[in-house]
């Protein structure tokens, strides 16, 4: 099993449906989970990241983490054309240690 | 924030040679990494570069075969040497933001085709 898992997509939705990405991980020690949004032919860039377990929101987007059942989510709503994408998750013990990636979903959002 | 240069964005490549590829960052960091994406699968950790010392490689990654310099806290560079096919792939660098979160800046990858 890997460490974390992530359904590659793609995801087709229409403009300003409520989009949901999730991500499944199996070490129980991750503290830390980033959501990362990859355009074509760019280098991944942070969207949000989140420590232990809840919910953070920032603008249309919300990432949630659900430690309990080792689950995390990026929820974004109104979701426009300029969010289509691969959003990757990644997660991270604490202490010194490198992020696990999750392989990334693919979103497109048809105007 | 960091801004990460790379070059070259890609390159086309004979079987049997090596390419340099350089990463250049806007600020001194501790933590830089390359990591290696290959289509369809997770971007996978080849090695933390280390500033005035060897490399940390991952399982699976050597030295000879990717050989890595950091002579300082602002540059470095990843060889992939005697490249074959297989090679073919997105090399990123990255550099670590905020020690507690680990949470990492990439350059914008650059895309070897090895034929």
């Known amino acids: 099993q890997k460490e974390v898992e992530q359904d590659p997509g793609p995801l087709s939705v229409p403009e300003g449906a409520i989009v949901s990405l999730n991500c499944t991980y199996s070490n129980s020690a991750f503290q830390y989970f980033m959501w990362y949004r990859q355009y074509s032919r760019k280098g991944p860039e942070l969207l949000m990241y989140t420590y232990s377990s809840g919910n953070k929101e920032d603008g249309r987007f919300t990432a949630q983490v659900d430690k309990s059942s080792k689950y995390i989510s990026l929820f974004i709503r109104d979701s426009q054309p300029s969010d289509s994408a691969t959003y990757l998750c990644a997660c991270r013990n604490s202490g010194y240690s490198t992020l696990t990636f999750g392989k990334g979903t693919m979103l497109l959002v048809s105007p | 924030s960091a801004v990460i240069s790379q070059k070259p964005s890609r390159d086309i490549c004979q079987r049997g040679t090596s390419l340099t590829i350089q990463c250049q960052v806007d600020s001194q960091v501790t933590m830089m990494f390359w990591y290696r994406q290959q289509p369809g699968q997770s971007l996978t950790l080849i090695a933390t570069?280390?500033?005035?010392?060897?490399?940390?490689?991952e399982s699976g990654f050597v030295i000879d075969k990717f050989p890595i310099s950091r002579p300082n806290l602002t540059f470095s560079t990843l060889t992939v040497s005697n490249m074959s096919p297989e090679d073919s792939s997105i090399y990123l660098c990255?550099?670590?933001?905020?020690?507690?979160?680990?949470?990492?800046?990439f350059g914008e990858g650059s895309r070897l085709t090895v034929l």
């Open positions: 570069a280390n500033q005035g010392s060897e490399a940390t490689y």
């Open positions: 990255s550099a670590q933001g905020n020690s507690n979160t680990g949470e990492l800046f």
